[in-house]
């Protein structure tokens, strides 16, 4: 274990051109999410659209869920004129966030009274752009940063990504009250040039071929000269698939316990998921207005996530990985009771700053010990790949399993709704308690 640095040196990290570049990339990253999730179920809400039409509409961002499958194609295929103009990474960058741009202008455009499927699949289109633009900003922050910022990039791509959530989210209700939602879209479509600013005046990290990599390319270059008849086309499109895609999933399947880790990382923060589907449409039901969703639930929760986040790593330095995930976990099982409470509360301010801050600070704590876990999870050789599988899994839970949120809130009423969220967080402890007998004992 390496000897801390003093606190000057620790921060002068944060000056370098790459951290500040992972920075402005993060923003880019964080803010199409809420746009397409609580902001968006916002003025969905206040525009008379029913709750299980809210919750279905959560499945719009199914693609977060599902960007493993073309990860391969993005972390290997060239863009005409942009990867020769711009490289690789940067090329993809750009593409994905002019897409972005016009996606989310669009979706502004839409009525949802009268038209709710064509803000579904517009909906639909920032999300797939927004997915495919984080599986590029995630190769290029392991790429460009090295064993001295890697750490320094991880924490400024986390605070990054809070603050464009925080943007689309807390800026986009005090606009609510000030412009039309077309304006409002417009607006937060402008702010992706900050990512686009940083793909441009950064450099291209530079292609590097891991052993492994190594070994496979050898390999199929035996497998093909045995086949000398085979097409050349042929060869180089089986090359491309076995190199980019069986590869990274051959090498996870391998491992003991594979199906297990990946339901975990489904499940882990699921019960928190499917509670943060509904959380906006319970503040408008109670009778908050928008100033003081955007005040207690925006800003306010932000803070007590990049809190939380802060204690997160303490916790791990201190405690460990394993025990970390244990105490997140139940932090966060919890918390949801106390959304239960402020459904019985009504609209009690400071009941409204109490449900935020605990589930906020327990979420970013959560986060913190859990972005550690699929870190370690990850092969060097596949990072991209591999952490676009993970991150995709965690997905899963959080757009597919949570589209039943509306209905299940209409049926059971708030109350029970988030006691039934707590009990949702039972299966990941579950899983926990394996993984721990299983891995825990040589987990540092």
């Known amino acids: 274990m390496t000897t801390p640095r003093s606190w000057l040196a620790a921060f002068s990290v944060y000056r ?6 992972v920075l402005l990339l993060g923003f880019s990253s964080g803010l199409p999410l809420s746009l397409t999730g609580q902001t968006l179920a916002y003025w969905l809400r206040v525009e008379g659209v029913s709750l299980t039409a809210i919750g279905l509409l959560a499945s719009v961002t199914t693609p977060y869920a599902l ?19 711009f490289g690789r990474r940067r090329g993809w960058l750009l593409a994905c966030q002019v897409s972005l741009m016009g996606a989310i202008f669009v ?5 949802p009274a009268s038209n709710i499927w064509f803000i579904a699949i517009l909906a639909f289109l920032v999300a797939f752009a927004s997915a ?27 605070l990054g990504y809070r603050i464009g959530m925080l943007l689309s989210g807390y800026g986009a209700l005090y606009l609510a009250d000030l412009l039309s939602w077309l304006w409002i ?4 479509a402008m702010f992706i040039l900050v990512g686009m600013a940083a793909a441009l005046f950064n450099r291209e990290p530079e292609r590097q071929v891991s052993a492994d990599e190594t070994r496979r390319t050898a390999a199929l270059r035996e497998w093909l000269a045995a086949r000398p008849n085979l097409s050349p086309n042929v060869g180089a499109i089986l090359g491309w698939f076995y190199i980019a895609v069986i590869g990274p999933f051959a090498e996870f399947v391998s491992r003991r316990g ?9 499940l882990y923060k699921f019960g928190d998921s499917l509670a943060g589907v509904m959380t906006t449409p319970l503040y408008v039901d109670l009778g908050f207005d928008s100033r003081e969703i955007a005040n207690v639930a925006k800003l306010y929760g932000t803070g007590a996530t990049l809190i939380g986040l802060a204690l997160g790593g303490w916790l791990m330095s201190a405690a460990g990985l394993y025990p970390s995930l244990w105490i997140c976990g139940i932090l966060q099982l919890l918390s949801n009771l106390a959304f239960a409470a402020l459904a019985m509360a009504g609209a009690d301010l400071p009941m409204l700053a109490f449900a935020v801050g605990v589930e906020n600070l327990s979420g970013g704590m959560g986060t913190a010990a859990f972005v550690a876990y699929l870190s370690m999870l990850c092969n060097v050789s596949y990072t991209a790949t591999q952490y676009a599988l993970l991150t995709s899994f965690m997905a899963f839970a959080r757009t597919v399993l949570s589209s039943s949120g509306g209905w299940l809130a209409e049926q059971l009423g708030w109350v029970t709704f988030f006691a039934a969220t707590a009990a ?18 040589s987990a540092k």
């Not at 979706?107 to 009525?111: E, H, N």
């Open 107 to 111: 979706l502004g455009s839409g009525d």
């Open 185 to 188: 879209y417009a607006v937060m």
């Open 258 to 266: 594979w199906l297990a880790v990946l339901l975990f990382v489904m």
């Open 16 to 21: 370098d051109r790459r951290v500040v570049a």
């Open 424 to 441: 949702a967080a039972v299966p990941g402890l579950i899983l926990l308690w394996w993984l721990t007998r299983q891995h825990g004992r």
């Open 132 to 158: 495919s633009q984080d599986i590029v900003v995630d190769a290029y922050r392991v790429e460009i940063c090295d064993d001295q910022n890697m750490a320094a990039g991880a924490a400024a791509y986390v």
């Open 67 to 85: 960007k493993f499958l073309w990860a391969p194609i993005m972390d290997h295929l060239r863009l005409p004129w942009l990867t020769r103009r």
